[in-house]
C-alpha cells in the first residue's frame, strides 16, 4: 500500500483555461474527499464521496467546479475558466469503511496539487 | 459554529517541549485531530483524541483536551529540529469532512 497519490503534483496554467487533477485512495478505502488549502490558511472541505456516490459538495464548490468518482476507485476534480483565485494546494484524502481507522473516522491525505493560475 | 483557532508561531530550542494549543466551538466534534504539514507536502496524521477523553499519549505526543474549555493541545517532549512544520488542529464529525485551524508554525532551533 503505497498511500494516497495525487497528479499532478505541480500544474501552472493561464487564467481561463480548465485544468484536471487525479486522486487515488489507499486501495479498499471507500471515503474520498478533497479539500483545498490556501497560503498560511488550513485545508478546507470542498466534497466527499462514498464508493462512487457525491455525498456533501461545500458551498466553495462553484459551478465551474466539479469532481466524479466514477468507478468508486480514483477521482477526478477539474476546474473550468479557472480564475488567479482558484490558485491553492488541492488536497486528497481517503478513509475506509471497516476497521480500526474507519471507527476513528482517519482521513488519510495525500501530497497535493499545487494550482498556479497565471 | 466551524470556528477551529490556532495560535500562528511557536518557537522553541531542541530538547525543550513544545505546547501547540487549539480551541473550538462545536461541541459535537467526535473526534479531534493533530496532522502534521511540512514545506510542500501534504498532512501527516500524528494522533487523534476521541470525545469523551481527556489526555492520550503516544510516545512524544501527548494530547489534552478540556471539553468544558473546548480547549485542545498538542505537547512534543523532547522537540527536535525535525519536529519543525505547521501543526493542525482538526475536528471531525463522522465520516465528513473535516474542519481545520489554520495551523501553528513550529520552529525548532538547535
Known amino acids: 500500500d503505497t498511500g494516497v497519490s495525487q497528479d499532478p503534483r505541480h500544474k501552472i496554467t493561464k487564467r481561463g483555461q480548465n485544468v484536471t487533477f487525479r486522486c487515488d485512495p489507499i486501495?479498499?478505502?471507500?471515503?474520498l474527499y478533497w479539500y483545498r488549502q490556501t497560503l498560511g490558511q488550513g485545508p478546507e472541505f470542498l466534497t466527499y464521496?462514498?464508493?462512487?456516490?457525491?455525498?456533501?459538495k461545500s458551498r466553495l464548490l462553484s459551478d465551474r467546479f466539479s469532481a466524479e468518482r466514477p468507478k468508486g476507485s480514483f477521482s477526478t476534480l477539474e476546474i473550468q475558466r479557472t480564475e488567479q483565485g482558484d490558485s491553492a494546494m488541492y488536497l486528497c484524502?481517503?478513509?475506509?469503511?471497516?476497521?480500526?481507522?474507519?471507527?476513528?473516522?482517519?482521513?488519510?491525505f495525500g501530497p497535493g496539487t499545487r494550482l498556479t493560475v497565471l | 459554529g466551524e470556528d477551529v483557532e490556532q495560535s500562528l508561531f511557536l518557537s522553541v530550542r531542541e530538547g525543550d517541549s513544545s505546547v501547540i494549543n487549539c480551541t473550538y466551538t462545536?461541541?459535537?466534534?467526535?473526534?479531534l485531530y493533530w496532522y502534521k504539514q511540512e514545506p510542500g507536502a501534504g498532512l501527516q496524521l500524528l494522533t487523534y483524541?476521541?470525545?469523551?477523553?481527556d489526555m492520550k499519549q503516544d510516545q512524544r505526543l501527548t494530547v489534552l483536551l478540556n471539553k468544558k474549555d473546548k480547549h485542545l493541545s498538542l505537547r512534543i517532549a523532547d522537540t527536535q529540529t525535525g519536529d519543525s512544520a505547521i501543526y493542525f488542529c482538526?475536528?471531525?464529525?463522522?465520516?465528513?469532512?473535516?474542519?481545520f485551524g489554520t495551523g501553528t508554525r513550529l520552529l525548532v532551533s538547535p
Open positions: 484524502a481517503s478513509s475506509p469503511t471497516s476497521g480500526r481507522a474507519s471507527q476513528t473516522d482517519t482521513q488519510y
Open positions: 486501495s479498499e478505502h471507500n471515503r
Open positions: 464521496f462514498q464508493n462512487e456516490a457525491q455525498l456533501e
Open positions: 462545536d461541541s459535537s466534534s467526535t473526534y
Open positions: 483524541i476521541f470525545s469523551n477523553m
Open positions: 482538526a475536528r471531525g464529525t463522522g465520516f465528513q469532512k473535516l474542519v
